[in-house]
């Protein structure tokens, strides 16, 4: 969802002087990541000052936004911000459902991890439902799942994704910087991706990203996280705990840094394809460049987050030679040798 609204709070225990510097201060802060002219309501929860004008605001502002039927291009995406276990229902996990749909007896996966389990009983803002799509406000029953093996930062994936990888602890990506500071080698960072939460190492591909500018960096995380091209991120720096920048994740499976500074350059200008790319045929195509010209049918679906058996659409620049996607230059190389 594109559009956005704010919601200034608890006006009625300020003067409306502050309140409209506050205000200010917030449309400010919104036309500095590109959100110009966005609605900024004052509000209070206890003398109900301006919720009838939030109300409105945020119906003017969702009637425009399209909602895309995901369901058969893209597995089921939970990532889960809470988990609890009420007496007698096992584990419970909430999020929201960010692709595909969940079905009450579904088989499903908690990556990293790995573990499979069923979907016993699925809610929907507090009412009992036999399906959620995506969008969706969602409260899932696990079967037979210890509550310390479903924690926040997690994911729950349709387990149709048989060749989902357990996690990745690097990811290349694109990083667009709204801070003050350069974003490079130096300093101590935060990613905060889906609901997870990781310290990282950034490694530049040629330079620093400096304040303004958006480009392509390689993230090396602590842990193991769950990740798929077009994620996206906020990164913070740890030291004053401030946002730097936001991104989207381009490849969550990458191969090892390439060695020499042309080879860096080339690789970067790829991703910056990737970065571009408006259609999964361009994605494909760059995914399976960045691989050298070779990747797995699989390796390319899993970055993808496409189902078991469902191909990854593919352009003329690509041909499928059994279960690897190779590009078709290399391909016209081979003959011609």
Aim: glycine fraction near 10%.
């Amino acid at each position: 969802i594109r559009v956005l609204a704010a919601a200034v709070t608890k006006v009625d225990v300020v003067d409306d002087g502050r309140a409209s510097q506050v205000v200010a201060d917030v449309a400010r802060r919104l036309a500095a990541i590109g959100a110009v002219d966005m609605p900024v309501v004052k509000v209070s929860a206890t003398s109900e000052v301006g919720l009838d004008e939030l109300r409105s605001t945020l119906a003017e502002r969702l009637a425009s936004t399209r909602v895309i039927d995901d369901r058969g291009a893209r597995v089921a995406r939970l990532p889960i911000d809470r988990s609890f276990s009420p007496p007698g229902a096992g584990t419970v996990v909430t999020g929201t459902l960010e692709h595909g749909s969940l079905h009450v007896g579904d088989e499903v996966m908690l990556l990293p991890s790995g573990t499979t389990t069923r979907v016993r009983g699925l809610q929907q803002l507090g009412r009992t439902v036999e399906a959620v799509t995506r969008g969706s406000r969602v409260a899932a029953q696990l079967g037979r799942v210890p509550l310390e093996a479903a924690s926040r930062g997690m994911v729950l994936v349709g387990a149709d994704a048989s060749s989902t990888r357990s996690g990745t602890q690097t990811l290349d990506v694109a990083i667009q910087v709204v801070g003050d500071i350069p974003v490079g080698r130096s300093g101590a960072w935060h990613l905060h991706l889906g609901t997870s939460f990781s310290a990282i190492r950034i490694v530049p591909f040629v330079g620093d990203i400096t304040p303004g500018q958006r480009g392509p960096v390689r993230l090396q995380l602590d842990r193991p996280v769950a990740a798929w091209t077009g994620d996206r991120f906020v990164l913070r720096e740890s030291g004053r705990g401030r946002t730097v920048a936001g991104g989207r994740v381009l490849d969550p499976d990458p191969l090892p840094l390439p060695s020499g500074a042309d080879a860096r350059l080339e690789h970067a200008l790829l991703l910056e394809t990737l970065d571009r790319a408006t259609d999964d045929a361009t994605r494909v195509s760059a995914l399976v460049e960045a691989h050298h010209g070779r990747r797995t049918s699989a390796s390319v679906a899993c970055s993808l987050g496409t189902g078991d058996g469902v191909r990854p659409d593919h352009g003329p620049d690509v041909i499928l030679l059994g279960d690897v996607l190779v590009a078709a230059k290399l391909v016209d190389q081979w003959v011609s040798s």
